[in-house]
């Protein structure tokens, strides 16, 4: 059986991932560049198509793709002239793998649905290196119908696949995470950092919360960069600050209070503020443990 052709739009570092996995896999891949262009020239010359428009990519797809950085960027390819709706087919399956506002899927999904596709939001969790090796952890929602056509697609990607109800639920759930772990990191760089202040070594102090029930993967991750410089986590800081941002958005519009956010809302923007932006989660130990010591 022919596999569906794709429609790749965002290829940065997952997108690149992802779209090098598709092509191990056999499927012929059209892509367009959100940001940069090196992973773009890349996947052309493993044997990708390039479109100049979203418009023109998804004509020729049956399923397309975004992973891009915000909800702006992925309104900003489905709307106006030459974006996606101007090319969809009938029957197509658009999937945005980003981490987007869930009010903004809601409304694209319905504008999609009008013209006899479906929209599914599928935020990804793991990292680059999972993607190459098809094993991302993939929460997608939306048309359930839509969802049984792309899931042997979804599952060539990913090694843990869900779909969790109705349009904007795995938007949803994506910053619930993302708020949960950039808090959680956060929290882990200023031990840290504190254990600097007071003069007790890093690993001392690790050791010690580790042996008990606080140890976790983004423990470790911090940990991993706060004694060997080793970065596992490559998310950066102005993503960060972005997703609790949408976090704290989504909550504000469910008539909701995030009182645990604020921190974590705090401290990511104070670093982005300060030029620190493009700098990776675990690098917040050097950012913090510099402000322990200055005023």
Known sequence: MSKPSIGFIGLGLMGAAMVGRLQDMGYGVTVMANRSRKA???AVARGAAEAETAAALTAVSDIVMFCMDTSESVESRVYGAGGVLE???TG???IDF????????RKIAADVAERGSAYLDAPLGRTPAHAKDGLLNIMCAGDEAAFERVKPVLEDLGENVFHLGASGAGHTIKLINNFFAMTTACAMSEAFAICDAAGIGRETMYSAVS????KSGMMEFIHNYAKDGQIDLAFS????KKDVGYYRSMAEGLGATSRMSGAADATLGEAVSEGFGDHMVPEMVDFLSKKMTTK
């Open 92 to 94: 197509s399956v658009v």
């Open 40 to 42: 773009v020239d890349a």
């Open 237 to 240: 800081v102005a993503n960060a």
């Open 211 to 214: 042996a008990g029930p606080l």
């Open 98 to 105: 980003g981490t987007s506002l869930p009010g903004s899927t």
């Open 87 to 89: 090319g969809l087919r």
